[in-house]
């Protein structure tokens, strides 16, 4: 176990590496921030320019930007902001626990409503409920996620004049995001539940409870469920990643001031160090969880580690 | 089944109790007005940023010498009079007294020469201010009551600049003591209010500085939102979260805004300008008879009209009739599509020519036009090829190397409405908005404009200069749009100002 | 990962029991019918949807003949730049996949078959990009390549070739030390004639249904990119451009972003359920 664990984590520490070094390299590819500096200014000359790129520490060569900013991740300093010199630590810390709430929101509330639709679907199997929940399954999948965030703006803060349209100031601020979110990964968690719950219900031990008399919901939820749950957890591991990813469009619409919004305006202005603070912190999280459900996945199952 | 039907009802349950705090309509706070911006600039401090977000705060935390309001007269401000010499090449400020700084410190000739080292200084080398005020040689103190501008040569809109951004008068002892990044994210000024919170990509929250020379504020409380998607700012609009979305306020919405009884739209006209100019070194625009023919081809008024909802005016040269240097004399060429058939014909263009127009694919009314513009240019046999591209990446790759299509967007909000503030970048030979141009007579023109002192004289070479870009047809012209704000019936005494600079002195909310 | 076996002659009854499902048959009648109506747009439409009235803007839905699902804010007919529209769509979904399976196929049969280092460079590969934030990526790829139909079409082969890979890998794996595949080698089969034609075959199928779920995803993606202004030529009418577009008309013109909206939810409905069925038709257990 020692050594999965040891080879593992080198592994992580690789691919954050490699991450780091790809979105370096991009983000510099994309543009100068030194005219975005100057954007709306009359008139400026290269000189003009040549002192900002000197201010923001850009004249100096590529290696050694990168290893100025490797340094500073493995101290726990992401560098300042190009606009304002905000520390992109204290921008990471205001968003990330944001992000993390809308991102463990929505997949508790996916988790809540697919066992039992998947349960449901998976008991009735074939049978109208089954088909109905499977094609209901699609039809959550069909939607580009920013349509269906407008649509909830416009029926819950509009018209209905529910909830609030955008922003993260009160409670009543997630449940739009999350519960757009959360539909979209409901559909897809819907199937999986469903498919693994029909191959544990054929099997020998759940016969045995029911012979036993056990109250169906007491072999559905109790017995049956325990023993899915570990495809079930590989699987929402492996979602965090792409959640993180699509989280900013969700956060454009709902205004919501997390991650993907740093991000994506960080893009916009180039940013780097915004850019390369938020994406490493990203990119740490999602190993982790990987590296999470692999450890979870060895302890439960020796074999894997072998492989 | 029943398992189904008790998980449903424990889902709703809880939904219903997260939603229930907001059921109540949104009570706000006697006094306090929320506007949106559509950006957070990042720093508050006025020679790091050239944004017009910037401004519709800074302008409330910061005072310059002069002052210019929605009537874009210049006023006193810090100073009270000024004069300058017969050369032009000094001015001397008389300040105004017992003037505070939100800090407590005191406003002098001190301050005023501290500001104006810094931004010539090495701090304001780092940011877009600098090159505005290069006219600059240096601020003497005369006494703590005047200072004298020596300038290095004279510069005809400098009193205009010294009314916003980096002429901002800042606090010496204040920036010295904590640094210059402090004051990026705490703000001083002698402004009518003071900054008391500022959330990074959330929120800025200011309060009336009591103590204001022109006196206190009527508001509370002012909370600045930064709401990147314009149809989430309607939205927050229309709910009553928000009283004022600030310029733009999309055409798109307007109707929106229209029909809603709490709901007005305020609109003036601004100094936003929008044109395509012309490649004129490579394609079928090389040829002047053919970017006569495609302007002639493209109906621009029924563009304003129907699709701009009339929130725009046709415009003959690029820039706004507020413009020092607008000529009524001068016409747009008109709407008409057989001319410029038949002018494309004689200069040699098949139909079924192509043309590339390259724009800001993040400007939503833009999109549309430049689409409008590609259906009346079909019309006449040239097929358009539309190239969004995002905003950095065209001003800064594109234009200035001259990478361009055949046509390209031209956005200009130049705030001190002046028209050489636009032309000498437009049309100078080497400049970095005009890659493709070099005419001996205008840069002659542009030149000799720059050291009049007499008005009357430079505005005659500056209406000359637009007669000779339209003659030459460097641009199609398209037309001046409105700054328009939707804006909740419960503000009082809100001025919409063309600028965007918001003043909020007077405002008041029921 | 389970393989395919090839299914045994004798069984037409469970065939058409299989293709008799609903979702088979809602999902090929969707599919078919949007990849018909796209096909066929040139002869419908022969003006591409482009023609223009600014007088007609907005002019609502099921009022007359002349624009049956109404106009756009330019006057432009909604239902012929809809059906036009679906050209850009299917194109960036279809292309998108088919480039992303040939790269990710080869690169997945020679991991899984040669194992060594190919694998081990593959296998770090696929982590890096499970790490990087897929859209954030996006965004950043079109700021340095511009927005256009290609570099979208690009980009998404590279972000995707990885999943190809990994699945083709694990099919391989589990082929590559079966008795046939063992014998072939001992007979002193090529590797290559091995790869194509005993390893190839009984592995495409898992490679199949991943292949339909992200045509789906793809065109969804692309009206998600467009959403964040980074989106092809707006003259070149697309579902996606056309929803992101309309979005701010949301209000006053439904139809300007309902009906591109409704297309790409019935595209997509019938290649996931397509995919679906797919799913349970190759892998029988899942079906149990």
């Not at chain 1, 500096?37 to 003009?48: C, M, R, V, W, Y």
């Not at chain 1, 819907?190 to 045995?208: G, K, N, P």
């Not at chain 2, 739209?265 to 053919?290: H, M, Y």
């Not at chain 3, 018909?36 to 003949?65: C, E, H, K, N």
Request: proline letters at 6%; hydrophobic letters at 50%; one cysteine or more.
């Amino acid at each position: 176990m020692a050594g999965f664990l040891v080879k593992r984590i080198l592994q992580a520490v690789f691919v954050v590496l490699v991450v780091t070094l790809l979105v370096a390299w991009a983000i510099r590819l994309s543009g100068d921030p030194a005219i975005m500096l100057t954007q709306g200014a009359g008139s400026f000359t290269e000189q003009d320019l040549q002192n900002i790129r000197k201010a923001l520490g850009l004249d100096q060569p590529f290696t050694v930007q990168y290893l100025q900013f490797i340094t500073g991740v493995v101290t726990g300093d992401f560098g300042k902001s190009f606009f304002g010199g905000t520390s992109v630590g204290s921008l990471i810390a205001h968003a990330l626990p944001l992000t993390l709430l809308l991102a463990l929101t929505s997949l508790a509330l996916a988790v809540a409503m697919s066992i039992p639709l998947g349960i449901h679907a998976a008991v009735n199997r074939g049978k109208a409920a089954d088909t109905g929940i499977r094609i209901l399954s699609l039809v959550g999948l069909s939607f580009p996620n920013f349509w269906l965030a407008i649509m909830m703006v416009l029926t819950f803060s509009i018209t209905l004049g529910w909830l609030p349209p955008s922003g993260a100031e009160e409670p009543a601020n997630i449940v739009m995001p999350a519960l757009t979110m959360g539909v979209i990964l409901t559909a897809t968690n819907v199937r999986l539940v469903r498919t693994s719950m029909l191959e544990t219900l054929s099997a020998q031990y759940i016969m045995v409870a029911r012979s036993k008399g056990l109250k169906e919901r007491v072999v559905l939820y109790k017995h049956a469920l325990r023993n899915c749950a570990i495809p079930l957890i590989t699987y929402i591991g492996l979602q965090f990643g792409g959640l993180i990813g699509g989280i900013v469009v969700i956060e454009r619409v709902f205004n919501w001031p997390g991650m993907g919004s740093l991000a994506f305006d960080a893009v916009a202005a180039r940013d780097y160090p915004v850019l390369q603070g938020v994406i490493t912190v990203l990119a740490l999280l999602i190993v982790a969880a990987n590296l999470l459900v692999d450890i979870v996945y060895g302890l439960v199952d020796p074999r894997i580690r072998t492989e | 089944m029943q398992n189904l039907g008790r998980n449903l009802r424990a889902m709703l349950l809880a939904a219903t109790a997260m939603a229930a705090p907001a059921l109540a309509p949104a009570a706000f706070a006697a006094g306090t007005l929320t506007v949106t911006l559509v950006q957070d600039p990042g720093s508050w401090d006025p020679i790091d940023t050239f944004l017009v977000n910037w401004a519709k705060v800074g302008n409330n935390v910061f005072d310059g010498l002069v002052q210019r309001g929605p009537d874009m007269k210049l006023a006193p401000g810090l100073a009270t009079s000024w004069e300058q010499s017969e050369d032009g090449k000094r001015i001397r400020f008389k300040l105004r007294e017992n003037v505070k700084f939100h800090n407590g410190e005191p406003f002098d000739a001190e301050a005023v020469r501290f500001t104006f080292e810094r931004l010539l200084g090495a701090e304001g080398a780092k940011g877009p201010q600098q090159s505005n005020y290069n006219a600059i040689d240096k601020v003497e103190v005369v006494d703590a009551t005047t200072v004298d501008f020596l300038l290095k040569n004279p510069d005809p809109v400098l009193i205009t600049k010294l009314a916003g951004y980096g002429g901002m008068i800042v606090p010496p002892k204040y920036i010295q003591e904590k640094g210059d990044e402090y004051f990026n994210t705490h703000p001083v000024g002698t402004g009518p209010f003071k900054v008391v919170d500022y959330q990074p990509k959330v929120s800025v929250t200011l309060e009336p500085f009591a103590e204001h020379w022109g006196g206190k504020p009527k508001l509370d409380k002012v909370v600045f939102r930064f709401i990147a998607e314009p149809s989430t700012q309607v939205a927050e609009l229309q709910a009553g979260r928000v009283d004022i979305v600030t310029d733009p306020l999309p055409i798109s919405a307007i109707p929106i805004v229209n029909s809603d009884p709490r709901l007005k739209v305020e609109s003036i006209t601004g100094p936003t300008v929008q044109a395509l100019r012309f490649n004129t070194r490579t394609g079928i625009t090389k040829d002047e008879t053919v970017r006569k023919a495609l302007i002639m081809a493209v109906d621009r008024d029924a563009i304003i009209k129907q699709m701009l909802g009339g929130q725009a005016k046709p415009i003959a040269s690029f820039q706004s009739e507020l413009s020092f240097g607008y000529d009524p004399a001068l016409k747009p060429l008109p709407f008409d599509p057989a001319k410029a058939k038949q002018l494309l014909a004689q200069a040699g263009v098949k139909p079924g020519a192509a043309v590339q127009i390259d724009f800001r694919g993040s400007d939503a009314n833009f999109r549309e036009a430049a689409q409008a513009v590609a259906g009346y240019l079909q019309a006449v046999g040239i097929k358009s090829i539309l190239k969004p591209y995002e905003t950095n990446v065209i001003l800064n790759e594109i234009i200035p190397a001259g990478k361009t299509g055949e046509m390209f967007q031209q956005g200009w909000g130049g705030w001190t409405f002046d028209y050489d503030n636009t032309a000498y970048l437009m049309y100078h030979s080497g400049e970095k908005w005009n890659p493709y141009d070099n005419i001996p007579e205008l840069n002659a023109l542009l030149e000799s404009q720059r050291s009049m002192t007499d008005r009357s004289k430079r505005e005659k070479v500056l209406q000359e200069i637009g007669r000779v870009v339209a003659d030459k047809a460097l641009e199609m012209p398209l037309y001046n749009l409105n700054a328009v704000y939707g804006v909740s019936k419960r503000v009082k005494n809100f001025v919409a100002p063309p600028d965007s600079r918001l003043r909020l002195t007077d405002v008041t909310v029921d | 990962m389970s393989t395919v076996e090839i299914e045994a002659p004798g069984t037409v009854r469970i065939w058409l029991r299989r293709l008799r499902s609903l979702e088979f048959i809602l999902g090929a009648v969707l599919t078919v019918a949007m990849i018909g109506l796209v096909l066929a747009s040139g002869l419908i439409f022969p003006d591409g949807g482009d023609a223009m009235d600014l007088t007609a803007r907005l002019t609502p839905p099921f009022q007359s003949w002349a624009h049956p699902l109404g106009t756009d804010p330019l006057g432009r007919d909604v239902l012929a730049r809809v059906v036009v529209g679906g050209k850009i769509s299917l194109t960036v979904g279809f292309l998108s996949v088919l480039g992303a399976v040939v790269v990710g196929t080869v690169m997945g049969l020679v991991a899984g078959y040669y194992r060594g280092v190919w694998d081990m460079i593959l296998m770090r590969f696929a982590d890096v990009q499970l790490a990087l934030p897929f859209i954030l990526l996006a965004i950043t790829f079109t700021a340095i390549l511009g927005a256009d139909l290609w570099n979208l079409i690009l980009f998404m082969i590279i972000a995707q070739w990885v999943q190809y890979a990994r699945v083709m890998r694990a099919s391989v794996l589990s082929l590559r030390d079966r008795e046939f595949i063992q014998s072939a080698r001992s007979f002193g089969v090529r590797d290559l004639r091995i790869l194509l034609h005993h390893i190839l075959p009984n592995a495409y199928g898992p490679v199949l249904i991943l292949m339909t779920l992200n045509v789906a995803n793809n065109i969804l993606l692309e009206s998600s990119l467009t959403f964040l202004g980074l989106g092809v030529d707006p003259m070149i009418p697309s579902w996606g451009g056309m929803l992101a577009d309309g979005r701010s008309y949301l209000q006053t013109a439904w139809w300007v972003s309902v009906f591109p909206g409704l297309a790409i939810m019935l595209t997509v409905l019938g290649l996931n359920l397509l995919g679906d069925w797919l799913r349970d038709f190759l892998d029988p257990t899942s079906k149990a």
